[in-house]
């Protein structure tokens, strides 16, 4: 299976900033999400990270507060701009190598204050 | 739409005292059904992918059953190291549906 890393593991940022997320594979891999985790609950798609294309987002997210970039078949990014309390969960990256298992990163913690 | 739903939400057991978790699921066209592992303060770990009605696999104390309608994960005999929240997801036409979770604690 896959490698993924992610980062940063955690971060605490102001409100109204943005924090980028970064997720490396160490292989080529045909297809990379984004999913959000708030408190307590389960895995929400944020969208399909296309290589050499814009994103596909899922219903609820929208390109300008969730950018993402997939610049080749190994790495991603996130960023979530102008934040507020409200975006405080873990999130995480995604990667379907070939079958159809989807294996996770470790998670950005990101708290908002 | 794609439905998951997981029971109970939370679970706990003493040492050796096996259970089974239940995933309950509507898709339109399985592609797959899956079960994943996750550790507080980390990423979903992948257990298992089940595909047709009838399918069986296992794991040292874990075994997934899957049905038209349904997973169960089977815990046997286990250990408070498999205490842990366990997902169960599907995967239709799109993209993977998740359930809520059920958080299993294994009592020493």
């Known amino acids: 299976s896959a490698v993924i890393s992610q980062k940063p593991s955690r971060d605490i940022c102001q409100r109204g900033t943005s924090l980028t997320i970064q997720c490396q594979v160490d292989?080529?891999?045909?297809?990379m999400f984004w999913y959000r985790q708030q408190p307590g609950q389960s895995l929400t798609l944020i969208a399909t990270?296309?290589?050499?294309?814009?994103?596909?987002?899922e219903s609820g997210f929208v390109i300008d507060k969730f950018p993402i970039s997939r610049p080749n078949l190994t790495f991603s990014t996130l960023t979530v701009s102008n934040m507020s309390p409200e975006d405080s969960s873990i999130y995480l990256c995604?990667?379907?190598?070939?079958?159809?298992?989807?294996?996770f990163g470790q998670g950005t913690r990101l708290t908002v204050v | 739409e794609d439905q998951v739903t997981q029971s109970p939400e939370a679970l706990r057991l003493q040492e050796g005292e096996s259970s089974s978790l239940n995933c309950s699921y509507t898709?339109?066209?399985?592609?797959?059904l899956f079960w994943y592992r996750q550790d507080p303060g980390k990423g979903p770990e992948f257990l298992f992918t089940?595909?047709?009605a009838g399918e069986e696999k296992e794991k040292e104390r874990l075994k997934a059953t899957l049905t038209k309608k349904e997973s169960f994960l089977h815990i046997t005999a286990p250990k408070p190291e498999d205490s842990a929240t366990y997902l169960c997801?599907?995967?239709?036409?799109?993209?993977?549906?998740f359930g809520q979770g059920t958080r299993l604690t294994i009592n020493p």
């Open positions: 997801a599907v995967r239709g036409a799109q993209k993977l549906v």
């Open positions: 898709v339109s066209g399985l592609r797959g």
């Open positions: 089940l595909y047709s």
């Open positions: 990270a296309n290589q050499g294309s814009e994103a596909t987002y």
């Open positions: 292989s080529q891999v045909t297809m």
């Open positions: 995604s990667v379907v190598d070939g079958s159809t298992e989807a294996f």
